[in-house]
């Protein structure tokens, strides 16, 4: 089926930042192409990765289930674009709970460390339900970009999921190193709760990732100019709620994302990304409205998101950019986000994604 978007990511929460990317993933209609878990990027395929599996191992008495991606194959010094990729595959939730947390990590079969950055990126989608703010894309429940970003539990709360949901996981990888890797795996540990095990012994609120994007609800994606520039996008809130914190992605040159409620007038969050003397992203803060319940927003808000960039390479850099802002969204009345649900994935056809990269 076609894939509508490919991600970049990495979110945020107690510790962890965030980051994203969605692109269209080819043309309308073009079912082989996703079918075999190619991406399109700047009118290219990617070769797809043979062998790659997906291995979820459950730890009923840990309540944690691990993901296994692998095994990928690394050569040394190969880009996104020349990398063949692993195909998308979809995770079948085993339970009735809730996804606590999400700590990403590239090992060997050994269990060895092989570091962190040659992930381009992997993202969670969950076929299941639309974004909440932008329902013309998946919900998008996890991502993390070379940094390895963590996302950490938030006590109290966790992330709805019903026996059957299908988690679809894209993982893109490069190697911008000298090693090879050889059979290296991805792996991602998810502490949840099973609500049928009749421990959960405390109540556990519903949180909703928000991705609020400078593109405002189209592809993440855009191009940098050189020097100074700053991009802004709006988005418009439909439900009364709380935002628990708010971390950010950008790319290489970021220097800044601000997140304001234009309704209110208010700045919500300023987040100075930090880069080294090459301009190249290290990381970007996260913010944490937790202790005074969230900051709230209400329906009809209209959120402002703006990217501030210094590309100090002296030329254009095609689709180098992006700037979004990633939080964790609690409901007032959470049937209303909970109802957001449907039986099947989408046709994949979804309106305003369909336009080509
Ligand atoms: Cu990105």
Redesign the pocket.
Known sequence: MKRTFTI??TILMAAALA???EKPAGPPHDMEHMHHGGFMQEGMHHAVAKGVMLDAKVDAAAHTVTLRVGPLNLPAHTSHMKMPQPPDLVWEIPIDGWLLAYHPKLVYASGNAVPGTVLHHVAFWNENRPDFLCPNKEEHIFGAGSEMTDWAEIPGYGYRVQKGDKIRVETMMHNPTATSYDKAYLEVQIPFVDESAGSVGKLIRNVYPAWMDVASCGN?GYDLPAGKSEKTGTVTVKYDGALLGVGG?L?DYGKQIVLEDVSRKETVATLEAKADAEGHLESVPVKLFVQEGGYKFAKGDVLKISATYDNSSGKLLRDGA?GIAVGYFAAADDAKLAALRRKSAPPHDMAGMSHDH
Do not use: V
Request: charged residues 0%; glycine residues 12%; proline residues 0%.
């Open positions: 970049c990511g980051s994203a990317q993440s992605h790319h992006m």
